[in-house]
């Protein structure tokens, strides 16, 4: 599954996307986050506060209990403010 990171996402963790070999119990958006966060320091300082951070699983913004299914592409994004 690619995974993609935005903005100061990207910056805590050091690239702007992952290609990852999912472990078979993880099913949902919440689950792949807590996997993601625990893979490094830097993945764990970007998602040390994830009540802002926004989820989109192939291209369609979700909430953290979507079950991952099939999807191809999972992308983190910070809060975005704009005019």
């Not at 998602?47 to 989109?56: L, M, N, Q, V």
């Not at 953290?64 to 999972?74: F, N, S, Y």
Request: glycine residues 10%; hydrophobic residues 45%; negative net charge.
């Amino acid at each position: 599954m690619k995974v993609l990171y935005f903005a100061w996402l990207r910056e805590r963790i050091g690239v702007a996307e992952e290609t990852i070999d999912l472990p078979a119990d993880i099913g949902t958006i919440g689950a792949l986050t807590d996997f993601l966060a625990a893979r490094s320091p830097r993945h764990a300082l970007a998602f040390a506060d994830r009540r802002s951070i926004k989820t989109a699983l192939d291209q369609v913004f979700v909430s953290p209990d979507t079950r991952l299914g099939g999807a191809g592409e999972v992308a983190y994004f910070p809060p975005f403010t704009g005019g």
